[in-house]
């Protein structure tokens, strides 16, 4: 069974700017979560979305959001792009939005000039 | 509010020693623990996962306890190798499905 994946791996760009990132859930996960991973604040939520719903939201400004697809898979969106949003970007999947176990993909790097 | 803390921060040892790991949570209310580990500039791998009615689970070299009332976790690694070498995270799934992380420990093993 394929995992997680996410794309894309690495992403460049300057402040001001809006990216779109995507995430690929396991087969028949309904549930995905996001994360934000930096040096200095480690590995934060920003929101999780169970059939097409969000169901969780991390403390983040209105600039991130999310939405997911009937497919399962999702996107995260950050608009108006910060240097402090430089960061590890990681996506999980789990069965369903009961606390189970979550399996993370590889992430994106992005990088904010 | 739920607080995941993780001691040490950072840990080196000879390869071949047996080592154990800390985490401690501030709320008891949890549905399961897990531990994961990240290897630099990579995603996590999911290691053990113990429900909150479970007392300890293993694999392999890796054997995680939970004592929820005290509100604590160990990772316990067994004959520690060169490759076990990287930075370890616990997480607790709060009672809002959430899950909470610990800020990690960097775990080298010196060959």
């Known amino acids: 069974k394929a995992g997680v994946t996410q794309t894309p791996r690495y992403l460049i760009k300057t402040r001001g700017q809006q990216v779109t990132l995507s995430c690929s859930p396991i087969s028949g996960h309904r549930s995905v979560s996001w994360y934000q991973q930096t040096p200095g604040q480690g590995l934060q939520f920003l929101f999780e979305?169970?059939?097409?719903?969000?169901?969780n939201k991390g403390n983040f400004p209105g600039r991130f959001s999310g939405r997911q697809f009937s497919n399962s898979r999702s996107e995260m969106n950050v608009s108006t792009l910060e240097l402090g949003d430089s960061a590890l970007y990681l996506c999980?999947?789990?069965?369903?939005?009961?606390?189970?176990?979550?399996?993370f993909g590889p992430g994106t790097r992005l990088t904010v000039l | 509010k739920q607080e995941v803390t993780q001691i040490p921060a950072a840990l080196s040892v000879p390869e071949g020693e047996n080592l154990v790991l800390n985490c401690s949570f501030t709320?008891?209310?949890?549905?399961?623990l897990q531990w994961f580990r990240q290897d630099p500039g990579k995603g996590l791998t999911s290691l053990l996962l113990?429900?909150?009615s479970q007392r300890e689970q293993t694999s392999g070299r890796l054997n995680a306890s939970l004592d929820k009332s005290s509100g604590r976790s160990t990772l316990y690694i067994a004959a520690s190798q060169p490759g076990d070498s990287a930075t370890y995270l616990c997480a607790v799934t709060d009672s809002n499905y959430q899950l909470i992380w610990g800020a990690g420990t960097k775990l080298i093993i010196k060959p």
């Open positions: 999980a999947s789990s069965l369903d939005s009961s606390g189970r176990e979550q399996f």
């Open positions: 979305y169970f059939s097409e719903t969000q169901r």
């Open positions: 709320d008891s209310a949890i549905y399961n």
């Open positions: 113990i429900q909150s």
